[in-house]
């Protein structure tokens, strides 16, 4: 295993990530145990970067008794941010949401420091100095080592970076964002920025949620087009892409699932990418493909199949600003319009 940079924090991570939603018992594997061998496999083969998030149900307690006897091997991710509940401090990134949540994380987890915390989307509603001015305390406490953002837009990077040279705070040190043969969008200015920045760059999403895994045909059922975030499944723009991806796959001689990590991590820019396995059979899948590398005549052709900077589709999962989604935030009161 050929350990990479985690940005400027000096941590060393391996190329494969273990993303850890699939250990949910409510919505992944509903053994533990199985988890767990799944996760200690990963250790073994070298992987030693752990994420997971408050929000995935149960995930943090089967990763927290997972590693008990390992916890010094592993670079380990949480993340916090999206509702835990309905009440109105049960989400967000003000300083009582974040108090909250790191110690229920640390009480899950079963340890007593986060090497990586990680805000899993933005929030509109507080200031980014009052986020990074409670984060930077948790840091100076010693029970977060490192902190980051997952699907920021690079101009909320931008602001971060310039708040925490300002005012004395810790800056994000990396960014989750999605980025697959199917999602490139973030080549566009995402990456960019946070090459410019010296952030590392923990990529989810490797396979396209499930339509770069090679279980997925037009016109034949499967499992994930059920799902509550895989109503892209159904696109067309994205499935006329990956029939092409799997002829070129096959072209090369290559799994479909081997082609599209092996991209993933190719990008000088990535880091790491996140792998989610949810029996031990896919992981065997995914790690038989860690020495893969792709030739130049091979990466140009994908290029011409999704060209750099642009999506093949839209993503369920994909961070939309608020005015985007709701038309009141983005229109003046009737009694406020000129007329035209």
Do not use: C
């Not at 892209?232 to 081997?258: G, K, M, Q, Y």
């Amino acid at each position: 295993m050929r350990y990479r940079t985690l940005g400027r924090t000096g941590i060393q991570v391996s190329p494969y990530a273990l993303g850890t939603l699939m250990f949910a018992t409510s919505v992944g594997n509903p053994d533990p145990q199985d988890s767990a061998r799944i996760l200690h496999k990963a250790l073994d083969a070298g992987i030693n970067l752990i994420d997971t998030a408050d929000v995935y149900g149960d995930s943090e307690d089967v990763v927290g008794r997972a590693l008990k006897g390992r916890r010094d091997q592993v670079v380990l991710a949480t993340k916090f941010g999206l509702p835990m509940g309905e009440g109105p401090h049960q989400r967000g990134a003000s300083r009582r949401r974040i108090m909250t949540a790191v110690e229920n994380s640390l009480r899950r987890l079963g340890t007593d420091h986060i090497d990586l915390y990680q805000l899993q989307r933005p929030d509109p509603t507080t200031d980014i100095e009052e986020t990074l001015s409670a984060l930077t305390d948790l840091i100076r406490s010693g029970k977060v080592r490192a902190i980051g953002t997952s699907t920021m837009p690079a101009s909320d990077l931008v602001e971060a970076r310039w708040v925490a040279e300002r005012r004395g705070l810790e800056p994000f040190r990396t960014e989750q964002p999605p980025y697959s043969l199917l999602d490139r969008g973030i080549e566009r200015e995402v990456l960019p920025v946070a090459q410019r920045h010296g952030m590392g760059t923990l990529v989810w999403g490797p396979l396209g949620q499930g339509l770069l895994s090679g279980r997925v045909r037009r016109g034949e059922p499967n499992g994930l087009t059920r799902a509550r975030f895989f109503r892209h499944l159904n696109d067309e723009r994205r499935i006329d892409a990956v029939e092409r991806f799997s002829a070129l796959a096959e072209e090369a001689s290559l799994p479909l699932t081997h082609l599209a990590l092996a991209f993933a991590i190719a990008h000088p820019g990535v880091t790491s990418a996140l792998v989610g396995p949810r029996t031990m059979a896919h992981l065997d899948d995914l790690l038989a493909g860690l020495d893969v590398t792709l030739s130049d005549d091979l990466l140009d052709r994908i290029d011409a199949i999704v060209p750099p900077g642009t999506d093949a589709g839209p993503l369920d999962q994909a961070y939309v600003p608020p005015p985007l989604q709701h038309q009141q935030l983005r229109r003046r009161p009737a009694g406020e319009r000129s007329a035209a």
